[in-house]
Nanobody, 120 residues
Framework: QVQLVESGGGVVQPGGSMRLSCVRS????????MGWYRQAPDKQRELVAW???????TYGDSVKGRFTIVGDNAKNTIYLQMNNLKPEDTAVYYC??????????????WGQGTRITVSS
């Protein structure tokens, strides 16, 4: 069984920064990717970023250039550094773990989510 525990989140002003962390416990053979998705009120869930064990990163278009995902394989942990936050980044952020093949990420496991509110 895989468990994902997020930390970080809260309220930040526009233009500010925040870092999320996610620790994975438990092992399922073949998991090679972890990432972040988010869901804003009344909107569909969208990709934020994912990173493979080999270090390949992919970002959603709305966060490119502002967010950075980092992985620490030894600690089964990923981080999401978010800079220049905007009100439209307000959402619940979910940590995920899963499989990547042919550049497609299949997030099989989900954390409980952590809320970020960007507001002055």
């Amino acid at each position: 069984q895989v468990q994902l525990v997020e930390s970080g989140g809260g309220v930040v002003q526009p233009g500010g920064s925040m870092r999320l962390s996610c620790v994975r416990s438990g092992t399922i053979l073949g998991i090679n990717t972890m990432g972040w998705y988010r869901q804003a009120p009344d909107k569909q869930r969208e990709l934020v970023a994912w990173i493979t064990r080999g270090g390949t990163r992919t970002y959603g278009d709305s966060v490119k250039g502002r967010f950075t995902i980092v992985g620490d394989n030894a600690k089964n942990t990923i981080y999401l550094q978010m800079n220049n936050l905007k009100p439209e980044d307000t959402a619940v952020y979910y940590c995920t773990a899963g499989y990547t093949s042919s550049a497609d990420y299949d997030p099989r496991y989900w954390g409980q989510g952590t809320r970020i509110t960007v507001s002055s």
